[in-house]
């Protein structure tokens, strides 16, 4: 078994109970995304996808907004299980890098900055974001807001799009409203070609998901207006 094989299998067995959006499946998705995406970049392939498989090991709104455990947890496995047995391919360097990479590429909010950039970075963080989008990213959402109580839309309570990292930790709002305050503005926040393309095609199908939903109910609330699709 090399890292990478063990490396899957170690968050397997740990995430077998976590909510179903952001299960082994969404990390296996996540995976498969960034693979696909370094093909197209000059990266460091492993830890490109070490921190693919790890980068939501222990996400943080499931530990009360802790957003040190996911890292530490990362961390601490690397260097205790993974490193022991694979001393040959995997480098301190490369530990740090991929610590690096999980402590920086969550979404916190449309006013949040990264401090930390790398070409392995924006792979990953492209890879994950793709997984917020499009049929798994309406399905993802909708799942969260039913483990959360959340409601399904309130033509009252209008969305935030420019939220702090406070404000978006916090939460609480319907479930509809996380398309203008995250989703809707991803496309426009990809980091690499291949992103960008993939995320145009699922941005696309969003919009018209949304678009379908506000003829069904038919009442389109200010606030929650559509953007134009290219």
């Known amino acids: 078994m090399d890292v990478i094989s063990f490396t899957a299998a170690f968050v397997q067995h740990t995430m077998e109970a976590a ?27 492993i830890v490109v996808e070490l921190a693919a498989l790890l980068h939501d090991i222990a996400d943080a709104k499931f530990h009360g907004g802790d957003e040190t455990i996911g890292p530490a947890t990362a961390k601490h496995f690397l260097q205790t299980q993974a490193q022991p047995k694979f001393p040959e391919s995997l480098s301190n360097h490369q530990i740090q890098h991929i610590i690096q990479i999980i402590e920086n590429i969550s979404f916190k909010g449309g006013k949040e900055i990264t401090q930390f950039h790398s070409l392995e970075l924006a792979v ?19 799942n969260y807001g039913g483990f959360k109580g959340s409601e399904i839309f309130n033509p009252n309570l209008p969305p935030n799009p420019h939220m702090s990292k406070e404000e978006y930790k916090k939460g609480g709002n319907p479930s509809l409203n996380h398309f203008w305050e995250k989703l809707l503005l991803l496309k426009d926040r990809m980091n690499t070609e291949t992103g960008k393309r993939l995320a145009a095609q699922r941005h696309s199908f969003m919009v018209s998901f949304l678009c379908q939903f506000f003829d069904e109910t038919g009442i389109q609330p200010q606030g929650f207006e559509l953007p134009a699709t290219d």
């Open 19 to 45: 909510e179903g959006g952001h299960d082994w499946w969404h990390i296996h998705r996540v995976h498969t995304n960034a693979i696909k995406i370094a093909e197209t970049e000059t990266v460091d392939p």
């Open 124 to 142: 990953v963080q492209d890879a994950d974001r793709l997984d917020a989008i499009g049929a798994i990213g309406i399905a993802r959402t909708f």
